[in-house]
Nanobody
Framework: QVHAVESGGGLVQPGGSLRLACSVSGFILDYFTIGWFRQAPGKEREGVSCISNNGGTYYADSVKGRFNISRDNAKNTVYLQMNSLKPEDTAVYYC?????????????WGKGTLVAVSS
């Protein structure tokens, strides 16, 4: 059974950094694209970044230059390093298997991890 668990969120001041982790089980991470999404209060879920099975990366314009996605297949984990955080980055962050920047209404989601950027 495919399972993905997000962790690493927290409260951080503007300009600070956090590293999120997406730990997967039930499949071989090497073969799959993993995407990070976020949903801010009162807003639609949006794509943040993704990394393909061959290491190709993609970022939303709003995070380009500040966030970095990476993967450690040996640990079955994908990371999202978030730097220069802004209040508008506040959201619940989710990871998804085989998704890059878009998702479908029938997709299943984990609990996510909350990132709050505030002074």
């Amino acid at each position: 059974q495919v399972h993905a668990v997000e962790s690493g969120g927290g409260l951080v001041q503007p300009g600070g950094s956090l590293r999120l982790a997406c730990s997967v089980s039930g499949f071989i991470l090497d073969y799959f694209t993993i995407g990070w999404f976020r949903q801010a209060p009162g807003k639609e879920r949006e794509g943040v970044s993704c990394i393909s099975n061959n290491g190709g990366t993609y970022y939303a314009d709003s995070v380009k230059g500040r966030f970095n996605i990476s993967r450690d297949n040996a640990k079955n984990t994908v990371y999202l390093q978030m730097n220069s955080l802004k209040p508008e980055d506040t959201a619940v962050y989710y990871c998804a298997t085989d998704r890059c920047m878009i998702y479908f209404s029938g997709d299943s989601w984990g609990k996510g991890t909350l990132v709050a950027v505030s002074s």
